[in-house]
């Protein structure tokens, strides 16, 4: 999938009309180290919490920030036949075109366990904070890493039919054929109630860490799980024309069919302040841990929330042609 923005924890990257890339925000583990400037050819930008990997067209890999577990270890650049990308907090698993897939970075809960090794007719994949899940042509998963919250209990086994799969930071969803979803993993902040059997028609969904969101068919949404933060307030019922959803750590963004936004959840550190209001004309939106990010139809960018890492350093303003993806490309898993 054609991702031209993604959103770290307090770092963000955008990929140009060129092939380059642009990235800014937090620093502190060389997640915006000037590296990236040398990388040409790039057709995918996918964030971990402190790391970024950028795919090329030769279906090759460059990695670069934050290497303590290994995540720009360069076991990658052995990898070829590339054709998407996911980051976990501190792993990142590639998906080649012969249906296989990499893994490489942190595996202290077994995220990159070699079982994965064994897995074929992958056609995506997504990551958790320390899980991952692969979607195959069967409509089947396989789903890998750390088990403590029951992440990867083998329920998934039973799921036929799917066509979709989010994670959050320790509980996945997966959306079926017929517009039903399924969940399991952590249910502390009912991130699993059972409300989610009610929902039909579904057609998209989205996870921050403890909270989901789904949209339907008709434009509107459904939410479960943690409320802490008014992730889930009712206010999304009010909602319509929804066309996209993305969740950052405790609030979630939608995009709306004219163009314009709708914010929800915490406002801690301005995630949710009526700035982004003003932004029209957005064809695409992605959220990190307190700061979103909207990619404009005139190639432009807008960035609103937390501004202590600098993700939302005036910087952005200058980008220009950032990659607008093309048939629909830029809707989100």
């Known amino acids: 999938m054609n991702k031209s923005i993604s959103c770290g924890d ?24 000037r590296v990236y ?29 934050d290497n303590e577990f290994n995540q720009c270890n360069p076991v990658y650049k052995t990898f070829t036949g590339v054709i998407d990308v996911a980051c976990g907090r501190n792993h990142s698993v590639a998906l080649k075109e012969d249906g296989t897939i990499e893994c490489w970075g942190d595996n202290h809960t077994n995220q990159c366990d070699p079982v994965y090794k064994t897995f074929t007719q992958i056609i995506s994949v997504d990551c958790g904070y320390f899980h991952s899940v692969a979607l195959k042509s069967n409509g089947t998963l396989e789903c890998w890493g750390n088990n403590a919250w029951n992440q990867c209990d083998l329920v998934y086994k039973n799921f036929t039919d799917v066509i979709n799969v989010a994670c959050g930071e320790n509980h996945s969803v997966a959306l079926k054929s017929d517009g039903t979803i399924e969940c399991w993993g952590n249910n502390r902040f009912n991130q699993c109630d059972l409300v989610y059997k009610s929902f039909t028609s579904v057609i998209d969904v989205a996870c921050g860490n403890n909270h989901s969101v789904v949209l339907k068919y008709d434009g509107t949404l459904e939410c479960w799980g943690d409320n802490y933060h008014k992730q889930c307030d009712l206010v999304y019922r009010t909602f319509t024309g929804i066309i996209n959803v993305a969740c950052g750590e405790y609030h979630s963004v939608a995009l709306k069919s004219d163009g314009t936004l709708d914010c929800w959840g915490d406002n801690e550190h301005y995630q949710c302040d009526p700035v982004y209001k003003t932004f029209t004309g957005v064809i695409n939106v992605v959220c990190g ?9 005139d190639g432009t960018l807008e960035c609103w929330g937390s501004i202590t890492p600098n993700e939302f350093d005036p910087v952005y303003k200058t980008f220009t042609n950032i990659r607008v993806p093309q048939n629909n490309d830029y809707i989100l898993k």
């Open 10 to 33: 307090n770092h963000s990257v955008a990929l140009r009309d060129t092939g380059t890339i642009e990235c800014w925000g937090d620093n502190r583990w060389n997640q915006c180290d």
């Open 37 to 65: 400037k040398t990388f040409t050819n790039i057709i995918n930008v996918t964030c971990g919490d402190f790391h970024s990997v950028a795919l090329k067209e030769d279906g090759t890999l460059e990695c670069w920030g």
């Open 289 to 297: 841990y307190f700061h979103s990010i909207v990619l404009r139809n």
